[in-house]
């Protein structure tokens, strides 16, 4: 199972920019389809924001309403590793961040949470006004 660890995550000011990474150990980590969760609330259901697909789905992009055209995602599959760019953030924007995996079947759009079986510890966004 492909283990996952989450970094970048800080405070900025309304409007600013944070670049969030997601490294994944294991094997072939190009299989895997790696998406950005948020959540705003300890006990709130975390909310989909972006995935990029695995190699076997020519790396597609998904983004979810609130973040098109603010944030993108990449994947850099030699150093494991998948990047949220997150640009022009909005105080809504503040929460723990969370990178998952998925394999093996396909995801559902809009992204749930339950589809994907691998989960990071998460990094906290803050964003003032």
């Known amino acids: 199972q492909l283990q996952l660890v989450e970094s970048g995550g800080g405070q900025v000011q309304s409007g600013g920019s944070l670049t969030l990474s997601c490294t994944g150990s294991g094997l072939r980590f190009d299989y895997y389809d790696i998406g950005w969760f948020r959540r705003q609330a300890p006990g709130k259901e975390r909310e989909g924001d972006s995935c990029v697909m695995s190699s076997i789905n020519n790396g597609a992009t998904y983004y979810a309403e609130i973040v098109k055209g603010r944030f993108t995602i990449s994947r850099d599959n030699a150093k494991n590793t998948v990047y949220l760019q997150m640009h022009n953030l909005q105080p809504e924007d503040a929460a723990v961040y969370f990178c998952?995996?998925?394999?093996?079947?396909?995801?559902?759009?809009?992204?749930?949470?339950?589809?994907?079986?691998?989960w990071g510890q998460g990094t906290q966004v803050y964003v003032s006004s």
């Open positions: 998952a995996a998925a394999a093996g079947h396909r995801i559902q759009i809009p992204l749930h949470p339950a589809d994907f079986g691998s």
